[in-house]
């Protein structure tokens, strides 16, 4: 059970870092259409 809620953790923490780094992304898309 420890080892499931270990990976249930890590997959949140994993899919915050994602959002961030698509949201990273869109802003220098939208950058480089809108100079």
């Not at 499931?4 to 259409?33: C, D, E, P, Q, V």
Request: aromatic content about 12%.
């Amino acid at each position: 059970m420890a080892c499931l809620s270990k990976s249930s953790t890590f997959s949140k923490t994993f899919g915050l870092r994602n959002l961030l780094n698509l949201t990273h992304l869109l802003k220098i898309i939208h950058r480089m259409f809108y100079k």
